[in-house]
């Protein structure tokens, strides 16, 4: 199938190069994490934030209208339990167990939501006992649960997600990035990276977070003698320099107080660790586009050379580059096929897109709805609407999008499809030439469509 499009009215896309300098510039150049005090475009918070990889919290203005932020938490700014319970008090939530652990995180137990919330007024009302199991309530997939509910908006910054678009369009995708966590003042997540390198965002809806940022590489001088994460930063153990040898070379950390409504921008790569110091209920994604594909890409590249290195002494038996595979699935969530399906369904819509954008551009029959075509306007009218809708917010219910693109690519702009495509491009060019990929001849076609637009 072939796509056709003409990309010559856009602008020339960033280069690979120059993503390279951008994020390497700003790493040793900022003292402390931007504040995002006011509104701001689309387009600034691509160039100043998503292209350098670098971290900012945004005020509470940009979660000022969510039904969450209205109906979930009382005047004095705490949890309201007794409407959670009647709401939503007979789901299935998953709840850590924050004073112990499990390998490199915290066991859970499954609970009803409101037997957790009990346990929630029970634990304030006995002054947070130190004695007692410290619970929290983590990545509860909370808008599969009530896809009606609508309690809160993606802010436009965020709306290039390719991660919860995979999930939400893929023929057999059955689950998504998006999650609610609710816990006691005390409660804490480990020292981690998140899911597939990917960007996360998390806005408080009530309460206070403390968190902890480390840029991409801080991480080697926070592993113990045996190459295993720190568990807790914060731990007597990691001044030890016979168990962390290399602590003493950790030379960028930032903390960050989250207040509640803001939101907090973590980028790819950066590892944190994070506690609750109140009562606190907030709201996560987790996500990826055009501007992290390729550190997703690095860091499954990196971690197939780790299980390959790990289980050599078996290279020659049938079956290892799968086997191989199967492993690096287990550790990263991941694996190459896996991430091709994303870059295949990512990357068919977005050509499908840029060939219906010429012929709204063209005059041709468009089928993509009443008045779509008369609302595009010229490539100069679409810039100066993005920069104009700084404050635009996306529904997150993955239902509400009847167009996905009024989802995904911000704006419908055209050129952000174009650059999408020219980032996945790059990522595929190296995909392909890889044994261990059973699925060759989709990544070359893929790529052959992916050439034709450039």
Not at 413 to 432: A, G, M, T, Y
């Amino acid at each position: 199938m072939e796509f056709h499009c003409c990309v010559d009215n856009c602008p020339s896309t960033l280069q690979q190069e120059d993503i390279y300098e951008r994020r390497k510039q700003y790493l040793p150049s900022f003292k402390s994490v931007d504040y995002v005090s006011e509104e701001i475009s689309y387009e600034d918070f691509f160039l100043r934030y998503l292209i350098p990889n670098k971290p900012c919290v945004f005020s509470c203005k940009h979660t000022r209208h969510w039904r969450s932020r209205a109906e979930w938490v009382d005047e004095q700014g705490k949890p309201k339990f007794e409407f959670l319970k009647t709401n939503f008090g007979n789901a299935k939530v998953p709840v850590a167990i924050c004073n112990e652990k499990e390998f490199d995180s915290h066991p859970k137990v499954e609970q009803t939501f409101s037997d957790y919330l009990e346990y929630w007024q029970d634990y304030i009302s006995n002054s947070y006992p130190s004695d007692n199991q410290c619970l929290y309530l983590k990545d509860w997939h909370f808008v599969r649960a009530f896809p009606e509910y609508n309690a809160y908006k993606t802010p436009l910054y965020f709306c290039s997600d390719w991660l919860n678009e995979f999930w939400d369009t893929g023929e057999s995708s059955k689950d998504d990035y998006r999650f609610v966590y609710m816990g006691p003042k005390g409660s804490w997540t480990p020292f981690h990276a998140d899911v597939l390198h990917s960007y996360s965002w998390s806005a408080n809806i009530c309460g206070k977070k403390q968190w902890l940022l480390f840029p991409p590489g801080e991480e080697v001088h926070l592993r113990d003698k045996f190459g295993n994460l720190a568990f807790d930063v914060t731990s007597e153990d990691v001044h030890n320099p016979e168990m962390y040898p290399n602590y003493q070379k950790l030379s960028q950390q930032y903390k960050v107080i989250q207040h509640p409504g803001e939101i907090i921008f973590v980028p790819s790569g950066w590892h944190h660790q994070v506690w609750n110091v109140e009562d606190t209920i907030s709201i996560n994604h987790n996500w990826l586009n055009g501007c992290s594909i390729d550190l997703t890409w690095n860091f499954l590249k990196r971690n197939l050379k780790d299980v390959e290195n790990e289980i050599s002494d078996c290279q020659g038996m049938e079956g290892w580059n799968q086997q191989c595979q199967v492993v690096l699935k287990s550790l990263t969530g991941s694996d190459y096929t896996d991430f091709f399906e994303l870059c295949n369904n990512i990357g068919t819509k977005h050509l499908q897109f840029l060939s219906q954008s010429d012929k709204c551009s063209t005059n041709e029959e468009c089928d993509r709805g009443v008045g779509h075509c008369k609302t595009k306007g010229s490539q100069k009218e679409e810039q100066e609407v993005m920069t104009r809708n700084t404050s635009a917010e996306v529904s997150q219910h993955p239902n509400a999008d009847l167009e996905f693109q009024e989802h995904f690519v911000p704006l419908n702009n055209k050129c952000h499809s174009v650059f999408d495509l020219n980032r996945l491009r790059i990522v595929l060019e190296s995909l392909v030439d890889t044994e261990q990929l059973e699925c060759q001849k989709e990544v070359q076609n893929l790529l052959h469509q992916l050439n034709s637009v450039f």
